[in-house]
Nanobody, 115 residues
Framework: QVQLVESGGGLAQAGGSLRLSCAAS????????MGWYRQAPGKQRELVAQ???????NYADSVRGRFTISRDNARNTVYLEMNSLKPEDTAVYYC?????????WGQGTQVTVSS
């Protein structure tokens, strides 16, 4: 059973920054895809950013240029650097890993951006 633990959420002002971390209980070197999703109240969960084992990146249009996803294989951790935060970025952020065709999710971390 793979466990993903997110941290780094909290309250930020518009224009501010936060860095989220997702620590995996397994070696992430072999994980093909890891990503960050978010879910705002009353909305569906949506992809924010993902990174492949080969380093390919994919971002939602709403965060491109403001958010950066990265992975540290030595620490088994994936990060989401969030800059120029907007109130509409307020959501619970989830880490996801796809391993052998199975999806694993973290418990989520709340990000609240005040105007």
């Amino acid at each position: 059973q793979v466990q993903l633990v997110e941290s780094g959420g909290g309250l930020a002002q518009a224009g501010g920054s936060l860095r989220l971390s997702c620590a995996a209980s397994t070696n992430i070197f072999s994980i093909n895809v890891m990503g960050w999703y978010r879910q705002a109240p009353g909305k569906q969960r949506e992809l924010v950013a993902q990174i492949t084992r080969g380093g390919s990146l994919n971002y939602a249009d709403s965060v491109r240029g403001r958010f950066t996803i990265s992975r540290d294989n030595a620490r088994n951790t994936v990060y989401l650097e969030m800059n120029s935060l907007k109130p509409e970025d307020t959501a619970v952020y989830y880490c996801k890993a796809i391993i052998s065709g199975l999806a694993y999710w973290g418990q989520g971390t709340q990000v609240t951006v005040s105007s």
